[in-house]
């Protein structure tokens, strides 16, 4: 059984910048499409972005177009999220996920086999 850890949240003001990794625990996940997703307080868990397992093609929310980038390695077994122009309304714990899915599945938390536990990003005004 694969794992997933993600790592690199924490507490920024609007207008940084912050770099979120997911450390996938064995190289089958070179064989999944791997997603983001974060869910705020009170909120369903919410899709950010998608990229798909040979890194050639990525999807991403409307509302991080143009701020958030996704990429992936698969010699290292890493997914990041490069999170640029941060918005108070990005707070929220960010989710990495893994999923068989391609469009416009790969938008649907429920389409996915593995998660992390999950990392806090906090964005003040």
């Known amino acids: 059984q694969g794992q997933l850890v993600e790592s690199g949240g924490g507490m920024v003001q609007a207008g940084d910048s912050l770099r979120l990794s997911c450390a996938a625990s064995t190289r089958m996940f070179t064989n999944y499409n791997m997603g983001w997703f974060r869910r705020a307080p009170g909120e369903e868990r919410e899709f950010v972005a998608v990229i798909s397992r040979n890194g050639r093609t990525t999807d991403a929310a409307n509302s991080v177009k143009g701020r958030f980038t996704i990429s992936r390695d698969n010699d290292q077994n890493m997914v990041w999220l490069q999170m640029d122009n941060l918005k108070p309304e990005d707070t929220a714990v960010y989710y990495c996920?893994?999923?068989?899915?391609?469009?416009?599945?790969?938008?649907?938390?429920?389409?996915?086999?593995?998660w992390g536990q999950g990392t806090q990003v906090t964005v003040s005004s």
């Open positions: 996920g893994a999923t068989l899915s391609v469009v416009p599945g790969w938008r649907n938390p429920s389409r996915y086999n593995y």
